[in-house]
Structure formats: structure tokens, C-alpha cells
């Protein structure tokens, strides 16, 4: 069927008549988008481990420096073991994981104290951010050997480090959800009286609450950096100083154990965030950490 349409002219054209799935546009979902998460992991995984065979079998690297997948794998089982034992790693574990959550729970309070001072007062924006600024832009690492001068070779270095670390990304993410409440609402408090405080602790803060869970994130991450690097610095009784010792003796399989398990940690504080948003921000989809993917 055809129809007929008149353009400015006057004169009559015919045009052919349009179905509905003409006009509306629709998104195309690529293929590799329809894939299971689960199914897509493992193949990632299969992959890494086919091309991290093929280099140790051909030599491309030193298998003194990178062991077989399967020697790996057997001291993960031999780690594993020793863990569920009660042996020596046991306890170097919960010292690693003292100083992350110590470490951590240090760098919320600091990190949420200033990032309401900057993004509250005019003083904390113009005055305290650009300190905040020069010092993350600083290598952190360098840090260490202060702190360990100034705390010492015990545990309160490594926790000091690793608030250091975590703090400034909670910060930002602090001051960015204070000021990312909205104009009306913030004009609704002003006209019902609403005091600083009021404001601050029903309006802003909840309506920030996705800006602060993004750099309670980011500090998940990097706490452990911290802690980690400190006891390769310091010594210490952790997993980073059994790293350490390892990787002197060129026990490589040994190394990437530890490693492994450290990353488990890691990823347990890290979606222990991430759950922890859930619970609170259920009304903002977060689809980049999961939150909003049920596939």
C-alpha cells in the first residue's frame, strides 16, 4: 500500500507506509552480551589458563619465575590445607586481615569526616581539598618508611598505610554525593525550617549515598594495597611478609598462592560493600558492580 504526503511545495508525493517496528528504534543486544556471566567467566578463565600453559611449555618465560598451572595449583591445595589446619599460615592471615579492616574502618572515619567538611564549608573546599589533591597525586608507597619510622615495625604502621591509602577515594566520594543532593529539594528543607544539621543527616547524606558507596569501593580496593606494601616494607607477621620470603627463595608456585588467597580476601571486603549498598541504596541501580545483573 502506498499513502500520500505533501511536502512544503503543495505537490503531492507518494511514500511507501511504514510499520510500527520501522519507526521505533530498538537496541541489539551484541552476542557476546547474551552469554551466562557464569559460563563466560569460566570460559575467560579456561582461556587464561590455555595460553599461561602454552607459555610455561615453550619456555617463553623462565619456569623458574613462572611455574605450571598445575604447580600452582597444588600449592593452593597445599595452602588450603595448611589454613584449615590451624598451621603457620592461619595466623599470618588474621594479621593481614587485622590490618585491612582496621586499616579500612580508620579510612571511613577520616575519609567521611573530611569529604563533610569539603563538600559542607566553603573553608574545606577552597582550603582543605587542594592539600587532599597534592597529597594523593603523591606516590603513597613512599609514605611507608615514615610511617614505619614513626609507628614502628608492629601493626599500627601497616594499619596507618592502609588507611592512608583507602581514605582519599571516600573522601571524593563523600563531598561528590553531598553536593550531588537536588536544588528542589534542598530549597524544600530551607522553606520548612530545616536546620544545617537536619539537612545534612535526612537530605544530603541519603541522597549521596550511591557517590559515598562508590568510594567506599575504591578504598575496599586499595586498603589491602596498603596493608600489603607495608609488610613488604616492614616485615611483619602477614601474608605480605610470607610473600616476601617466598619470592626470595624463588618459590613461585608459592607466591601465587598467597597472592590468590589474598585476592579472596580482597574480593570478600569488596562485596561485603557491595552488599552492604544493596541493603541501602536499593533504589539506584549500580549495574557496573553487579548490583542491578540477575543474568
Known amino acids: 500500500m502506498k ?8 505537490r503531492p508525493i507518494e511514500v511507501e507506509d511504514a510499520t510500527f517496528t520501522d519507526t521505533v528504534w530498538a537496541e541489539h543486544t551484541a552476542w557476546i552480551d547474551r552469554i551466562p556471566r557464569s559460563l563466560a567467566m569460566i570460559a575467560l578463565l579456561l582461556v587464561v589458563l590455555l595460553i599461561w600453559g602454552a607459555v610455561h611449555h615453550f619456555q617463553i618465560v623462565s619456569r623458574i619465575i613462572l611455574p605450571s598451572p598445575q604447580e600452582v595449583g597444588r600449592d593452593i591445595l597445599f595452602v588450603g590445607q595448611n589454613l584449615v589446619t590451624g598451621g603457620y599460615m592461619l595466623p599470618a592471615l588474621w594479621m593481614t586481615t587485622q590490618e585491612i579492616l582496621w586499616g579500612f574502618f580508620f579510612a571511613i572515619l577520616i575519609g567521611f569526616s573530611l569529604g563533610v567538611l569539603v563538600g559542607e564549608t566553603t573553608f574545606g573546599e577552597r582550603a582543605v581539598l587542594p592539600y587532599l ?10 609514605f611507608a618508611p615514615l610511617f614505619l619510622a614513626w609507628l614502628g615495625f608492629g601493626i599500627s604502621s601497616k594499619v596507618a598505610l592502609a588507611a592512608f591509602i ?14 550531588a543532593a537536588d536544588e528542589n529539594a534542598r530549597m524544600m528543607f530551607r522553606s520548612l525550617g530545616a536546620s544545617r544539621w537536619q539537612t ?8 549521596g549515598l550511591p557517590h559515598i558507596f562508590t568510594g567506599l569501593k575504591i578504598g575496599a580496593v586499595g586498603v589491602m594495597a596498603g596493608a600489603i606494601t607495608a609488610e613488604f616494607l616492614g616485615g611483619g607477621k602477614g601474608f605480605g611478609e610470607l610473600i616476601r620470603v617466598a619470592a626470595s627463595q624463588l618459590q613461585t608456585p608459592r607466591v601465587f598462592s598467597l597472592i590468590l588467597y589474598l585476592s579472596v580476601l580482597g574480593f570478600a571486603l569488596f ?10 541504596v536499593f533504589w539506584h541501580r549500580a549495574s557496573v558492580t553487579g548490583i542491578d545483573d540477575r543474568r
Not at 133 to 142: F, G, Q, S
Not at 200 to 207: D, E, F, G, S, T
Open 166 to 179: 583507602a581514605t582519599f577515594p571516600i573522601v571524593v566520594g563523600t563531598a561528590a554525593g553531598l553536593h
Open 3 to 10: 499513502s500520500t504526503d505533501t511536502l512544503t511545495l503543495g
Open 133 to 142: 589533591v597534592a597529597i594523593d597525586t603523591m606516590p603513597k608507597v613512599a
Open 271 to 280: 562485596w561485603s560493600v557491595v552488599l552492604l549498598e544493596r541493603r541501602l
Open 200 to 207: 545534612l543527616v535526612r537530605m544530603k547524606i541519603p541522597a
